[in-house]
Nanobody, 115 residues
């Protein structure tokens, strides 16, 4: 059984920064693509950023140039650096990790940005 634990959310100010982490643990044989999603109140969950095992990244247009996704394969940990925060970044952020061929979701961490 595998588990994803997220941390690092909270309250940020517009123009400020936050850093999210997502640590995978358990019976892990292979981790492939790792992603961050977010869901704002009343909206559908959307992809924020994705990183492959080789380090190739993809970003949603709304966060390009402001957010940076990274991973440490040795520690099975995913990160999201959020810079230049905007009120519209307010959402619950979820990590999604392909572990042993299965997509697994984290429990979510709230990010709230005040103007």
């Amino acid at each position: 059984q595998v588990r994803l634990v997220e941390s690092g959310g909270g309250l940020g100010q517009a123009g400020g920064s936050l850093r999210l982490s997502c640590a995978a643990s358990g019976s892990i044989f292979n981790i492939n693509v790792m992603s961050w999603y977010r869901q704002a109140p009343g909206k559908q969950r959307e992809m924020v950023a994705t990183i492959t095992k080789s380090g190739r990244t993809t970003y949603a247009e709304s966060v390009k140039g402001r957010f940076t996704i990274s991973r440490t394969n040795a520690e099975n940990t995913l990160y999201l650096q959020l810079n230049d925060l905007k009120p519209e970044d307010t959402a619950v952020y979820y990590c999604n990790v392909n572990i042993n061929g299965w997509n697994t979701w984290g429990q979510g961490t709230q990010v709230t940005v005040s103007s």
